[in-house]
């Protein structure tokens, strides 16, 4: 994980948000400089499609999706980020999140331009997440003394009517 910054450090083009955030929206945090109330997050600079926000009245990690992270094609660098807010701030584009989506996009399909990109695109592809990826969890089993739901009987198939406008009339 990175070192705790503060949220408002980012760039407006990277857009996180989750549903336990929004109990805190315009709610400072109350933390001493050198936060100065704004809340700690950390991210895994080998994943950049989530951080963590740290509610530290609970004493929890709240995580928070990036508003374009299903958009992307695979998980992304602090690198690529990088080179991709370059790239876009290049061409002259303002770094709206489309903007910088497009630019990883392009760089991890092997489409880099510079020696920068290239670099990028190639750790990335050797970088492993510090966090692991989600597996699946598996059913809860049911007790042998607990009867399993029988599901309703199904009532006999209809056959289809026959439709009297299609005889042949004489």
Known sequence: ????????????????????????RGVKSGLPPPAADRWEIRYDPYRLQSIFVRDHTRGVWIEAEWSLAKQALAPFSLDVLRAARHAAAHRGDTAAGVDVLAEINRIQTGRAKTIKEHKAAKRDSVNTPVIPPLTAVAEPATDAGTPTPTPPPRSPRRRAARRIDDEDQD
């Open 1 to 24: 994980m990175s070192q705790g910054e503060w949220a408002g450090d980012s760039n407006p083009a990277e857009h996180y948000d989750s549903a336990e955030l929004h109990p805190y």
